[in-house]
């Protein structure tokens, strides 16, 4: 076993720890917990799962494609999001959506090759009224522009390597 295998073993064994009962009834809070330890669901993560809650790995992994919020293929350490709401579609997202993808070099849904952005859309969030909008890590940018956007993650991303 190698020292990254040995350390992730050890860093699931932590999460499957806060659930003592083996409750298989836990899986999807389980699941939450290594992938928010992780960023993904990890192999070992998966089936180390499914051992401690004496489930099939076939079935830990099908709640892994039922839930849509699962991930498990390595994520980047940001996520920037574009609704593509109606409201925000019209007043144009879709543009947004163009130069994220173009910045980035990465579809909608796909993840940057050295792991530092996420780009994702998303249908209405609920504040139609400052759209069009992105959300970077969990922050509303509202009446964005493209230009705006391109400012927003080139920055994000020029931090990151300067770190
Ligand atoms: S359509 Fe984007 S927030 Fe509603």
């Not at 992938?35 to 192999?43: I, K, V, W």
């Amino acid at each position: 076993m190698s020292e990254t295998q040995a350390t992730d073993t050890g860093r699931v064994a932590a999460v499957l720890a806060r659930y003592p009962r083996h409750d298989p009834g836990d899986l999807v809070n389980i699941l939450h917990d290594l992938q928010a330890e992780f960023r993904y669901l990890t192999e070992t993560a998966l089936q180390e799962a499914a051992a401690y809650l004496g489930l099939p790995p076939a079935q830990v992994y099908g709640v892994t494609t039922f839930y849509h919020g699962f991930h498990t293929e390595p994520r980047g350490e940001h996520t920037c999001t574009v609704c593509m709401g109606t409201a925000c579609h019209v007043r144009g997202a879709p543009r947004l959506l163009e130069q994220l993808e173009r910045d980035t070099g990465v579809a909608a849904g796909g993840t940057t090759p050295d792991l530092s952005l996420n780009v994702e859309e998303v249908s209405c969030v609920g504040a139609c009224a400052i759209g069009p909008l992105v959300i970077l890590d969990g922050d509303t940018h509202g009446h964005m522009t493209a230009d705006d956007l391109s400012r927003l993650v080139t920055k994000l991303l020029d931090n990151e390597g300067r770190e």
